[in-house]
């Protein structure tokens, strides 16, 4: 016979929260300065981090098996001594030696008594050249990413077109067909969004897309390349090959995941002084746009029905609308991870266990950039 385990609510809770600060204390420990309040409140943070893992881990023997434990409680005092933790790591400075010192040194005359000092010229006539090219604007990717400059270095991947067949229905046309003969196409009610809602304001008989857009910012870490492919690098149309990125976009000032399902460059409209608007939303000509699913109202946190608790701090959720929206490419935030809510239904009569909500929904993970303001408030949560 087999006996169903079952794990009561507040285990669940610890090891999300467990879980969590171990996530929240890798990405505080990348973070590139640290407060002087944190510094000074770790050790106590510490000490209450590794006794919810020996809690939460318990095992045979010792007890807890994780290798070198005790350096965490050295943290503190490493960070007192040589800085942030960011700046203990040596990779930086290797993978700089591959293009800062063996490109350059490969365009001397290789002899070892100058090669040092014509490496070192090489270089700064790199450095130069760049930096030209950047003030002058040269190179499309350092261009701004308003208006055409999106349009230069935002459309990429393959091309295609939408557009109204013979019997007046909506097709899709890939460029360049002979060599994506039996490539799938865009989701059906995709191409009817287009056609019924696009189409007629543009002056186009048809409408370009693409199928990636590549976010250049100031800041190289937050470079995105979105993908919104029906058959990524594969002719089959099978569901491996099928490629729609999730993306959070700003909405009348909130921020929204949207699931990327199509990728247009819309032309000229056709009356350029009339606001037009699809879905109660404004757009605009000349600009790359993007057909999405797109949440109802801002993720919020899941939490107990009963008692109100939080079951975790990274993961909201939230309901999409049944209906496709055009929002312009510039509102494009960040990336997102989403997953569908696969609710699990529980038989048990045992008042200890309690299921997750029976919510149809989607679950919506934090950006990993934000993991570790969590653990920074959790270690100022010992200053009072």
Known sequence: MLVEKEICTTRIEDQVHMIELILGMEEWLKAGSHTYEEVKHLPNAIDDFITKINHCCQREGMGTKLIKNHLYFHIPKYIELWGPPKGWDSAPNESHHKTELKAP???????????????????????????????????????????????????????????????????????????????????EVVLTFCCDKILPIVKSTSIYGFTEYKRKNPDPQ???????????????????????????????????????????DIGDLVESDVDHQIQGYGIEGNCLHAVVRCFKTEPKLIRDGLGGATYSELVTWGKLHEKLFLFPCNNIISDVAVVQNRTYHNESTNSHVVAMPAKEGWFVVKNRNEWHLNFRQYIMSFAH
């Open 105 to 187: 040194s490969k365009n001397t005359q290789q002899i070892p008594s100058t090669l040092i000092r014509q490496t070192a010229k090489r270089h700064c006539e790199v450095r130069l050249v760049h930096r030209s090219r950047s003030h002058f604007k040269l190179d499309v990717n350092l261009e701004s990413n308003s208006g055409g400059a999106h349009r230069t270095s935002g459309a990429t991947g393959s091309k295609f077109e939408v557009k109204l067949d013979e019997d007046n229905s909506p097709t899709m046309v890939w460029n360049e067909q002979r060599r994506r003969k039996g490539r799938a196409f865009h989701p």
């Open 222 to 264: 937050t470079d995105y390349l979105f993908r919104s492919h029906p058959s990524y690098r594969a002719t089959t149309g099978q569901n491996n090959a099928v490629w729609y990125d999730w993306a959070l976009f700003n909405v009348n000032d909130k921020h929204l995941p949207c699931q990327i399902m199509c990728l247009l």
